[in-house]
């Protein structure tokens, strides 16, 4: 298992390419994380497109760059919109990345459900190891948007996830660990306040498909994602007296942060 | 009428409770404040679900420690919505809060609405001296999310409804006024920028639910969660230059908070 | 063409007249942009109330004194809750802005609605360059929320728009440009990270809608939000490290202005 940290020349690349292309990403996600998640991807140098709007969902999912699909989205929209979604990227060949909130929590529609979309095949999963671990196929203690099981009780589950579905699955934690079934990549950092701070985990999918879209090969673009929202948050926290100065500490970084080689 | 502020035994047990069980605060609430709200129980401890998940409504009515439900929810969730959520807390015994915002506004539909689901017992109400004077069966000047009536005017009222209802009535203003319908407990503090950042109602609401879901009996727990914003919001205003500043420093000073006996 | 900034004589009466009167302003947004939106509206003085309540829709927009439909709306609202807001409040008398977000950007059935609005007499008109040309019948290239055509470009399909549907036309840009159609009014200022927070755009048509509710005269009114919004970031950048703390500021500055008369 290698590790990965900003600024590693492959993270530092990823990100120059988002900076270079400005990539839109589209995503369907939910009121609580939308505000955050659009910010941290203009912060970076993306540009956020989000919501069902109607007769739009597979135009924008095509002509976007990046997909994300945060199926807390389901508070308002429906199955079809994300559906519609996510067939649009596949059919587009739009990388999408499947944020599996609330999967595990005991709600077997909902759970059903996140087994559909995979059917369409995500270049890339994000969850947190309660909801890796339940798309996996494990039990789970999730009780809804919390982690309860660690990181590295999942990284073999997710290994198998991500042979078996084709994608990139990363599992949020302290240490996030990220695999293609093969490799296992590390990613260290972060700060005790990220959890603590609502959208945090919406705005690393929103990230990781940025990355995805500007053309960075999946495994790279995912780890380069989280790497960014880690070396932020560390950078955020003496920037901060609290969780409230520094979720803006935290899109400051982002928003600060330059490609090494510029 | 007794007043209670923090750090009163009473208030400092109430958040020792909170960062103690780390209660699964399930809530609907709407576009406009679900964000600060989710980081105010987060930031004293809680861990917040929000919104009106497919099949999901009623267990997670049901699972959580606490409910709440802002009838602004209902801009994007449906009367059946709030129906289950409220009946499922109300069978499962999970205490839940309801939080009457723009009832007296005009709109008869909606006010009905709220008196229907007084039936269904909620273990707080929190207001405005409009929201609460027009539930209570008063007359209201209000216009939509403001408070018009002074806080005086209610509290009898407020006390009526506490009596009625089986609920604990609070009733937000400079000074918070919180009734079982026999008691009268006054909260001080605050600041005037306070109705001057959006959501910091539907915050209210959140962490009342959060303190209930703790186990806290209901006077004492509501009153806390009035003391602990107010005392927050008043330790806020130095560090803030103006209300966006202060809306950050207020989540800071909330996550801040730590029980005197620790 | 002339050019106003604050403290211009007409954008602090404007101001001024917001503070005396606390104009209701109801809108219906989207969950990306409601909170910044709601939190500058309160920071000028106003009072927003915003989202689709079931049988209040046409009540708010007639008891309001401004109204603003941001077209993004429609990832939860549909089609007939925007068409009876902008009946109501053109029944009424309210004076309404129409923000065409995502217009010209390829989705045939959200134009030709934009299209269909118009015929409702928006009081102003407030997009970026490319959905402004797109609502004015240019071509477009647009790719959802972003300004990819200059302003320049687009001042006289404005002009010719405004003509047209008797609106006053706001393009906002690095230079603001606003038009009744026959004078032309320039507001420079701003910052560069203005276009990078979200629901900045959406929060000048928020303010526009206060504005106008206030009861300035329309071209006046337009003129003094844009300038608002225009010196606030400037001031703002300075006290700000990057995205996150120039937001907070933002709304800090709003909240600081007060009319050279007081």
Not at 120 to 126: D, G, H, K, V, Y
């Amino acid at each position: 298992m290698s590790t990965v940290t900003w600024p590693d020349q492959t993270v530092s690349d990823a990100l120059a390419a988002v900076q270079a292309t400005s990539p839109l990403t589209y995503g369907l996600t939910n009121y609580i994380s939308a505000p955050l998640a659009a910010n941290a991807i203009l912060a970076v140098g993306g540009s956020p497109a989000f919501g069902a709007l109607p007769g739009g969902i597979a135009h924008l999912a095509t002509i976007a760059s990046g997909v994300f699909l945060n199926l807390a989205s389901l508070i308002t929209d429906t199955y079809d919109d994300l559906r519609t979604a996510a067939r649009a990227a596949h059919d587009a060949g739009t990388p999408w990345v499947l944020d599996p909130v609330v999967v595990g929590a005991g709600i077997a529609q909902h759970d059903a459900f996140a087994a559909e979309l995979l059917e369409l095949r995500p270049t890339a999963i994000r969850g947190n190891a309660s909801e890796v671990l339940a798309l996996a196929g494990g039990a789970s203690t999730s009780k809804g948007v919390d982690a309860t099981a660690s990181t590295e009780e999942v990284v073999d589950l997710a290994a198998a996830l991500a042979r078996r579905t084709g994608a990139v699955v990363a599992v949020s934690g302290e240490v996030d660990r990220i695999t293609d079934g093969t490799e296992v990549v590390a990613v260290p950092g972060g700060h005790p306040w990220l959890p603590r701070v609502t959208a945090t985990g919406c705005a690393l999918g929103g990230l990781t498909a940025t990355f995805l879209g500007a053309g960075t090969a999946p495994l790279q673009a995912v780890v380069a994602a989280h790497a960014v929202l880690a070396v932020a948050a560390e950078r955020a926290a003496p920037h901060a007296r609290g969780t409230g100065t520094f979720a803006a500490a935290l899109l400051d970084e982002l928003s600060l942060l330059r490609p090494a080689s510029q």
